[in-house]
């Protein structure tokens, strides 16, 4: 990448590809701390993808350190973003990538690596430069093949979980609207799904959605419930409306 050669320097660049972890993550933690200056000069616009590549590559990286490295990269190159005022479109097109792989982080088993790449969604959501709907879009697309299937569980479960704590931030919007929570959730058959897990999160955000826009909206969406667990949503619903917690404990699968 002869940008990112130009902006940081071969040493950088060659951390950045080294088989050694320790130095790919130094390197990471090097470019956050050149980030206020690059952003100045040359501007925040013409780093802007070079660095999408760097936050992308370490994204990926499968050693827990560099990607929990990299979110700081992310966070502190959306802080300014947003101060530079950078077009969001441009932003989001040059992030696409990154919040893909970002997404798919989700369904790890390490707990750390998962919590963290909540905890960065849920801050992108939150950066002018970003948005809510860039971030609603990455986390409603298709689970990719090896993230599905009645054996696994994780990756679904946890965005619901997400989209859930996007609704009770945000709101109702465009973005996290009833008709896209719902057929996210419907499309991926997560009512009836295996695992209890996802039928748990899927029930939580229904529930969580209910009780922003009430039952007659999500009534169409609710057809393909089993009559029990009808039954167990209509109390979560009455539980969650009289303060409870709104989860239920859930019964069986499909």
Excluded at 127 to 151: E, H, I, M
Excluded at 221 to 226: C, E, I, S, T
Aim: aromatic share 4%; proline share 4%; hydrophobic share 45%.
């Amino acid at each position: 990448d002869t940008e990112l050669l130009n902006l940081v320097g071969e040493y950088l660049v060659r951390c950045i590809m080294s088989k050694q972890w320790s130095l790919r993550e130094a390197a990471i933690i090097k470019i956050k701390l050149m980030l206020p200056n690059l952003c100045t000069d040359p501007g925040a616009g013409t780093i802007l993808q070079p660095l999408a590549n760097v936050l992308r590559g370490g994204i990926e990286d499968k050693i827990a350190q560099v990607f929990l490295s990299t979110l700081g990269l992310l966070d502190a190159a959306c802080k300014e973003f947003e101060a530079a005022q950078l077009p969001t479109h441009m932003v989001n097109k040059q992030l696409e990538p990154t919040a893909t792989v970002l997404v798919l982080k989700l369904g790890e088993n390490q707990p750390r690596v998962r919590e963290a790449a909540i905890d960065s969604l849920l801050s992108l959501a939150h950066c002018a430069a970003v948005g809510l709907d860039f971030v609603v879009r990455s986390v409603t697309k298709k689970l990719p093949k090896k993230q599905t299937g009645n054996r696994i569980w994780r990756p679904l479960a946890t965005r619901l979980q997400l989209i859930k704590d996007l609704l009770i931030q945000f709101g109702v919007t465009s973005a996290t609207s009833t008709d896209t929570i719902m057929t996210f959730i419907n499309s991926n058959e997560a009512t009836s799904h295996t695992f209890q897990e996802v039928r748990d999160a899927a029930r939580e955000l229904t529930v969580a959605l209910h009780q922003q826009v009430g039952l007659s909206e999500i009534e169409p969406y609710l057809a393909n419930l089993r009559v029990r667990q009808r039954e167990e949503y209509d109390q979560a619903f009455a539980e969650a409306a009289a303060g409870g917690a709104g989860g239920g404990s859930g019964a069986g699968g499909p």
